[in-house]
């Protein structure tokens, strides 16, 4: 239980080194500096990053800027995607740190959700977390909560704060004995190659036979191209939280474990390096 | 990095896809592998970065400021740089004038810090000015502090002195308070009895005016009858008449002796006694005592007395009880006191007794009454534990002669001008002078002082020890006892001072033979004699031939002394125990009077 704390907290603890530069085409008044910052996995973009706006605010007129986005090798960032999945789906084969292109002009409207303050980012936030325990529990849980606790729910994230978090969290985790797990799995797999955002569809934690599902297991039922081929040869990396779990962990485990706050257990399928 | 854990992980999987189906042990591989991943994931991506990205941040804080500082010169230079080298010359010269302004800001700067420094030594030298000061401020507190703790000490004792003070005076102030009440309470108390003693006094006033009234009406009455006794009245001056004759005889044969015989016993049938009377009178001539003795008394003496047989009048004297009763030497006048605190004058006239004056001043019953010789002051005790002196014309007390501690039970007249002797019953005898009103000398006896009487240098006791006693009156010593059947109730002396008749309780009077001091006794008896009280007064007459007491029964009996036999008895008139008989000297009256308030005049006729 020890190790499962402590999966849970460097899973909260999980960091990424990224530096920030201006994009080539901005008008500025002198020189802009890169900014360098160790994001945090399970946040936001948009919620960590009120440092970068300000410091490259300093070099820039004011009619200059406009709302602020990211990109990675021309790439448009989601910021309603944890940075974590941005990192893993984008450049977890890359040398660190992350290098990331600030843009303030020409925001991509097509691509990216704006967001103007943090409390967009806060009903995004919430609306996965109901959703996920609607999954989970028939949204049982969740609407027992009160105002406060989901307000304390956030504040854990927006502060940074494990244990605030995760005092309100642990009753989502919740399910009884006999069911063995959550009714339906919460979660999303990402593929670079695919034109579809992720995949999510209902899969239970148990199987019809009453054993456990793996993440091999649901995998085999969402992409089998994931999975090695008959010829041990490994075409795709299976990335959760910057770690590739072995294919025969449990998949309550692993939702109850490597989730993200928002409640949701985010796969991220990406090509093999080739080298 | 990545490159790195993925061949791990990969090596890793290829001895693990077929665990699943191995067993529990698998469970812990799973979860160790995550562990593991995620430690390494910590490392290359979270730890090995933290440091660095924090000194750049720093670093990039402090250029920032430092480019800050620098922008507002540079910023116009970095815009013209593109141009030529004039430009650049410009700058150049720009920068070297700014360098001689940031040289010259900096001495100024220098001199600013020696300024500093200067004023920062006089702040110092300040400071410790001003820790010194604080130094003695706080010694100086301090001893303040001490000063105060005294004062509040000092403070603490005067006002717990204060509280007993306030204290003391509230206790006094209550005093006085109750003080006060009192005193106007006896304040109260006295005007009160000043009121009621006012109103008794005005009682008594009224009274009086009214009894005088009543007598000057029936006075008035009696001279309207006066004219039918005109005939018998005539007489009395016939027999007047003839006693001046006998007065120049008597002159004659006494070698000029003055004696006034105002008394009829000239025309007395008893030449028996008128010629033992002349021996008598020749006796006494022979003593010098007796001489001093006639000048100090110009009352004349009679030469017998008669014997009295029947009533003349009797008269409610009195308001209360009569304890006393006394002629004066002129046998004219009549005293009586009683214990209604007067004492009233009768004039004796006419074989009757007619109320003269009323003396008031006793606040309580009189004892014994006595005459001056000269006849005009009349002496009296009583049992307000004073004596009291009247001038016969004046019904206020001349003088009240006060220091008995106990009721005054006799007073006389002693036989030097200006003394009189009091006996009490405080066991004292007192001899008062009274050019000064005080008393002079006390002689202290062992025993009740029922009477008194004087003779020459010499004062008579009688006591309740069944003892006289004789008392030299200049030194005030006892020189003689002699002793008494009972208590002694009542003494009298002989005109010629040579017999003293005693009355005593054992209802018998005894005569004593003072001349030789042979202590000569007869005794007198009677069959229903009866000594009513402890101040039955019994006289002897004025001629010594008779003995006379008033018995408890209300009867006078009248003994003779030659013979030592009873003369006669007069019964009837009294109903009450008798308390005193009074012999004119005269001889020629005897008045009785007794405790139910009657006095009775006897004579022969």
Redesign the interface.
Known sequence: MA?DK??LR??W?????TCFTLNQDEVTE?EA?P????LPRVSYLTLVTDKVKK?FH?VMRAEDVEEMWFEYEGTPLKWHYPIGVLFDLHA??T???WSIIVHFKNFPDRDLLHCPSNSVIEAHFMSSIKEADALKHKSQVVNDMQKKDHKQLWMGLQNDKFDQFWAMNRKLMEYSTEDGGFRYIPFRIYQTTSDRPFIQKLFRPVSADGSMH?LGDLLKEMDPTALPNEG?Q?RY?VVI??????????LQ?LSEH?SHPDNFLHICIIP??T? | ???V??PA??T???G??S??RGGGR??E???R???R??????R???V???D??RF??QL?EK??LAKGILSCSKRRP?SDSSSSLSSLLHQNNQLKKTTGELAYQVVELQQQIKIKECVLEEQHARLSEGERQWTGAFDARQELQERVEQVRGQNEALKAEYDALLERQSQAETKLREEKVRGGRLLEDMIHRKQHAAASMNNRNERRSRAREAHLQRELQTAAKSKVTIDSCSSTPTTRSTSPKIEKQNESNERGHARLFRSASATSPKILSSIRELFHRKRRGHSVCSLVEDLNSPAALCLSARVPARARQVLEAHEQGINAVRFSSSSDLLATGGTDRVIKLWEVRAGGLTHRVTLDGSTEGITCIDFDPGGSRILASSYDKSALLWRLDDSVPKLTLTGHSRKVTAARFSTLPHQVVTGSADRTIRLWDLHRAACVQVADVASFCSDLVCSENCIISGHYDCKIRVWDSRTVSCVQELPAQGKVTSLDISSDHRQLLSCCRDDCLQLVELRWQSNDRMCFRADGFKCGSDSTKAVISPDGCFLAAGSADGVVYIWNVSTGNLETCLPDKHSSSISAVAWSLSGEYVVSVDKSRLAVLWSDI
């Open positions: 190790d402590d999966v460097d899973v603890f999980g960091r990424i080194p002198r500096e900014y360098y910052l160790l410091h300093k977890s084969n040398v660190l740190p793996t041990g490994k990396q939280h910057g770690i590739e779990p072995l294919l025969e962990t449990p485990w490597l093999t390096p080298d | 990095m990545a490159a854990t993925n992980g990969v890793e999987r290829s693990r896809v665990a699943p698998s469970m591989t799973w979860k592998e995550i562990v991943q995620l430690n390494h994931r910590d290359n991506q979270h090995m970065y933290q660095l990205i750049y941040t990039l250029t920032s970095s």
